[in-house]
């Protein structure tokens, strides 16, 4: 064949190098593919190839078509187009003939015959090649895999803590494609555990290589520094810069006394944990975002005491979020209720997954890691000291809530929820003086809040949140102005208002701090939220008798 | 005038301008109190004792209302005191330290018998 026709050529895959050996002046470059520019894929020239079942001349072609066009004035005269069942997948292209004669009618019936082999061989040499490709690729993901496995297997704590009168379990499932779960403890001075758990966003190895990231600054970070709020501040501001785009870390920080049963906690946006006491299940909440999102975040901390008896669950998405055949999420209000009923540790595990399993039904593939850390305080074991006073304590377990509602915003109107947030208190039996400060410090923060956090729109809520600890009372008073920043606080200087220096007003902010222990901000995309604590236990009153005594 | 202002009421007891003052110290102190002031200064009082007693809440915009008013009052050089503020607005006006330019007494009496020879109240502190 190549004698006598030597500008054929096979209709090749994109990576051809063209090896034209005819003369020069006619296919200068083979056409690539048909999604190439060369045959636009709405060209009617394909439609046509596609239904012929024989040799093309192009001269006797009509039609309005730019790839005809082109394929005229690369000088071919014919097109054989392969066909295999139905689907056009290559064309055999012809020059003119080198005697210059037209193509004869044997030679046409010649193309025809070897179209009609070479059809079905191409399309077979064409579905090999792809399968090794999704074989290469299959086989690069597994690896992937592997090395994601590998990754997080290697940060993934080989032993539990053994902590004297408590029990601690934990469970990990890593989910096909591997995410980014990861736990962990760590020990610290005097006895105490940090606990760790965490989810980056999402799979495999970019996962992996941010959960050991993770894991190595919440190490360094959680012996350098005790408060589990300051472990993630700093944790934040050094993976910020370490983060790839569109990723970030939830991850739950606590610091367990084990002596005395306090676990000091803060949260990075990760799922809250349950604490199951007498007083039911309960969910140990603060705000805090993700790690790595944003710089100069603030992370609350609080406290709960887990007494004899009493067991923690800390726990991932992988449960909560796995969702049944019909769509329908396992979700926090059943996983707090299943907490209810095991007193904790590999009970509540087995049966969690049991539940899980039933619930997902059997052909459920796992949709992200699972992970399950339990810490259950052995009822009946005397410790040394505390508990004697945890026990006096009336019922402060966890952050009581005394109450929690909205009011719109309303210039004004500040004083009514500044004494609603005073009878919600009544039980803790604030001295009279600290209660008159308490409520400047809610009133003013509302009158803030309505004015500058929501401008004063009356249909933007301003949301009050009153908490209470075995140390402290917290109101919580959040706005919807997250987008804008808090206006920075002039200190009032009386002298220079009444000179004039000054504006009259602005005592706001100096008045809340002046009311209270400790004011907290913190913010995130769409709100701030302002919390003012009060120690119940009067710091100033003992400083007093300790000065007296001196 | 709003529903929920102060009602001011001025009284002369000798050279002092007393006003006493019925409702909340917030923004909607502002015109009542000026007004009242006013009225003290044309009825020639030589200070102004303001009457807190029957005041339940001031909140930061009622203090900035008192600085305004004890701005112009020094601007005047006149004389402000005042009595009835519950322990918890006198631990206020101490921290703002508006107590160390408005002289504050327990009663009407008290802030009449400190009075200087001119019959003014004494000012501790602030006013030169």
Redesign the interface.
Known sequence: MSRRMKRDRWWRAPQSEPTDRGAAGSLERPPASMAEPGIAPNDPLLAYFSSAHSTVDLDTLDLDSPALEALRAEGTRLVVPLVSQGELIGLLRLGPRRSEQDYSHDDRKLLDDLAAHAAPAVRVAQLVRQQQAEIRDRERIEQELKVAQLIQQQFLPRELPDLPGWHVAAYYRPARAVGGDFYDFIELPDGKVGIVVGDVTDKGVPAALVMATTHTVLRGEALRLVAPGEVLKRANELLLDEMPPNMFVTCLYAVLDPTAGRLRFANAGHNLPNLRSEDGVTELRAAGMPLGLLPDMDYEEHEATLRPGDSLLLHSDGLAEAHSPDGEMFGFPRLAKLCGERDGGEALIDLLLAELASFTGQDWEQEDDITLVTLQRRAGVAVAEPVAEAATVTAAVADRVLDEFEVPSEIGAERAPAERVARAVAPLDLPASRMEQLKTAVAETIMNAVEHGNSGRPELPVAIRVTASETDLEVAITDQGGDRPIAESVDPDLEAKLTGEQGPRGWGLFLIRNMVDDLRISSDRLHHTVHLVMHLHDGNARRKVADDSE | MTA?EPKVAVRRRGDVAVLDIVG?I???ADAPLQQAYDQAVTDGGQAVLLNFGEVG?I???G???I??L??RA?KERRVISAYGL???YR??FS????S??IGIYQDEDTAMGSAGANGAPAARGGAQ
Not at chain 2, 95 to 98: E, G, K, Q, S
């Open positions: 929920n909340d917030d923004r909607t809440y909140n930061s915009t203090i900035a209302v600085v305004s004890l701005a020094r519950t322990e918890h631990h206020i921290i703002t330290r508006l160390d330019f």
